[in-house]
Each structure stands twice: as structure tokens, then as C-alpha cells.
């Protein structure tokens, strides 16, 4: 999994529930891939045809989809993903009404699909990832500690003072969570 970094960028936020001020990243993404995209990368380099690829996703999908709307969990890619059914219900006490569990009913529930990424899948993506500070109109930000006039203390007029642009160095990929 090598290549270029991914950017972040980090907001400021208010909760509007506890308001209590929070800061958190937010990945800015490289872009978006089609399908036929996806499946012509995925046959570089290989005697595979990108429509075979296709077609054979298609099928595998819709062997899944099948699959899930009968209860199962379901793999995408060998120690991936995986796709599992869920049922989000609850019941709360309301107007001194204690809730029970015969309150619970499938007709007030929220049907919808779930997905975890095995984990070694998320070990080995954490250890190839590497991530850039910027800012959201894309101009790389120091990270914490760094002193971005290193290279100016070192007297190097090629990496010096280019109003902050120069000089970000990619996070490590072991600091994300997942």
C-alpha cells in the first residue's frame, strides 16, 4: 500500500448538545475512483480484461446483497471487510412511562448495514498510510514542533520562506486509530 500521502485538515467545532468546544482532524479526499476505474487499476499488469473484472464483481455483489437480506455476514476481499445486517431500534422512558422490552418492535426499527475492516487489514493500512497537515485551501502546515525555520537556520535558499507552503513532513501512519 505505497503512495502519496493523504491530506487532513483540523477543525474547530462546538457540540450543540454538551456545548463543549472540540478540535478533530478531517481527511480532505484525493478524489473519487468509478467502478471501471477501480477494476482497470486492479488489472494492470495482469492478463485480466477491466469488463471481465466488472462482471465479476457485479455477480459477486449481488450474491452478497442476497446474502446479507438473509441474515449473513459477508466478506468483500479476503480478510477485508465485512458486511453484516443490523437492526437500530430503542425505546426510552417518556412521560413517566418506564420502557420495556415488549415496547421493541421491528416496525419502529431503522433497518441498515454495518461494515468492519478486519484487523489486519487496518494494521497493515496504519503502517503504510501517511498522512500531511494543510490547511483547507491545501497549503501544508507544519505539524506541532517542527520548526519550520530549520531549513533558513541552515542557510539553504532552495527551502526556505515560501510563506509556510515548504517544510510539512507527513505524520507517521502508526498515530491514526481504526
Known amino acids: 500500500m505505497a503512495g502519496k500521502n493523504i491530506n487532513y485538515t ?44 466488472q462482471t465479476a464483481v457485479k455477480f459477486y455483489m449481488k450474491a452478497a446483497q ?11 476481499g479476503p480478510s477485508f471487510l465485512i458486511l453484516y445486517p443490523k437492526l437500530e431500534m430503542s425505546v426510552t422512558d417518556k412521560d413517566g412511562k418506564v420502557a420495556k422490552l415488549e415496547d421493541v418492535t421491528a416496525a419502529k426499527a431503522h433497518p441498515t448495514l454495518a461494515c468492519t475492516v478486519a484487523p489486519n487489514y487496518s494494521r497493515a493500512f496504519r503502517m503504510a498510510a501517511s498522512f500531511q497537515r494543510v490547511t483547507p485551501k491545501g497549503v ?8 519550520i525555520n530549520e531549513d533558513n537556520k541552515k542557510g539553504d535558499p532552495t527551502t526556505g520562506g515560501g510563506g509556510g507552503t ?10 491514526i486509530e481504526g
Do not use: W
Not at 456545548?19 to 477494476?39: A, D
Not at 501544508?140 to 520548526?147: K, S
Not at 515548504?166 to 498515530?175: C, D, K, M
Open 10 to 53: 483540523v477543525v474547530e467545532s462546538t457540540s450543540p448538545i454538551s456545548k463543549k468546544h472540540y478540535v478533530m482532524s478531517q481527511v480532505i479526499p484525493t478524489g473519487s475512483l468509478s467502478f471501471e476505474q477501480l477494476c482497470e487499476d486492479a488489472c494492470q499488469g495482469t492478463t485480466l480484461d477491466p469488463l471481465e473484472m
Open 66 to 76: 442476497k446474502n446479507l437480506l438473509r441474515g449473513f455476514r459477508v466478506p468483500l
Open 140 to 147: 501544508v502546515v507544519p505539524e506541532p514542533g517542527e520548526d
Open 166 to 175: 515548504e517544510g510539512g513532513t507527513p505524520v507517521s501512519g502508526n498515530t
